[in-house]
């Protein structure tokens, strides 16, 4: 087997952190060197809960997880139990955990995770609260993080929780915009690539068909997952955001983008949150970001079923 790529993965579980999650850890191709939690979708305890029921899901109680920040660095935190449910997970039907968070914080694991190796990729798919503390504290660790793939942010598409800011970015701006400061590789995966990746009722009945405990849970997350965008915009299914960011990394030829400058909106009220693209190259600015704008949604959804099929 090829070399295994080291990776951490910094969630807010929430359904698709869910299946990013059991992407990840059904994947060969990726050491999982632990799981760091954030306040996000649901509150610190909640999401923590949630990444420990989806380990034990997928028989990987191997992999820790560290609870982290239960708050951002300057906002206070917003929630997303209007998309989530209240659990965060609602309709995985998961019984609750037997195995505990790992003792320490998760900016610590962060910490000494990535200053102990060479080269680290990090996996962001809820808000960078952790990332950008755990740079606030030791900031050599810019220069052992080969890649932070995150989900978030958007430009043409615009916002998802205000008309200029998608969720994980307006949840904290101010660690956003250390991040995108830091000088870290860096590739965004915003709305305007999760939007051409949604769920479907073939999609969903594919996981069914897997006939496993796992496809069991997935299809009952991502059925009460689909509801509200939906019932919002009126589209026939929901973006499976975070997903997007485990299935780049296994397979980066199903996406496409471009590299730009991209600075986040931290006084503004208005577009406080917003991620502002140069995606035409308008400011003398070095580009500092891959921003994927396009995804073989097919291509992708077959890998995911099948990777998840590997999965009890
Ligand atoms: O805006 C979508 C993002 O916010 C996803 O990561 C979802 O899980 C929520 O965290
Ligand atoms: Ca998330």
Known sequence: MAEQRPIIIDTDPGQDDAVALLLALA??????????????????????????????????????????????????????????????????????PTVGAASGHAVDFLVETVMSRDQTTICALGPLTNIATA??????????????????????????????????IYVDPQAAASIFASGIPLVMLPLDVTHKALTSDDRIDAFKELDSRTGRAIAGMLEFFERYDMERYGTGGAPLHDPCVIAYLLAPELFDGRTCYVEIETTSELTMGMTVVDWWGLTDREPNCLVIHQIDDNRFYSLLTDRIGRLP
């Open 27 to 96: 994947s060969e191709e990726l050491d999982v060197l632990g799981i760091t939690t954030v306040a996000g979708n649901v509150p610190l305890e909640l999401t923590t809960r949630n990444a420990l029921m989806i380990t034990e899901l997928a028989e990987r109680s191997d992999v820790p997880v560290f609870a982290g920040c239960d708050r951002p660095t300057v906002r206070p935190l917003i929630t997303a139990e209007y998309v989530h449910g209240k659990t965060g997970i609602d309709g995985s039907n998961l019984p609750d």
């Open 135 to 168: 740079l606030d504290r030791e900031p050599a660790i810019a220069q052992r993080i080969d890649q932070l793939i995150l989900m978030g942010g958007g430009f043409f598409e615009g916002g998802n929780v205000t008309p200029a800011a998608e969720f994980n």
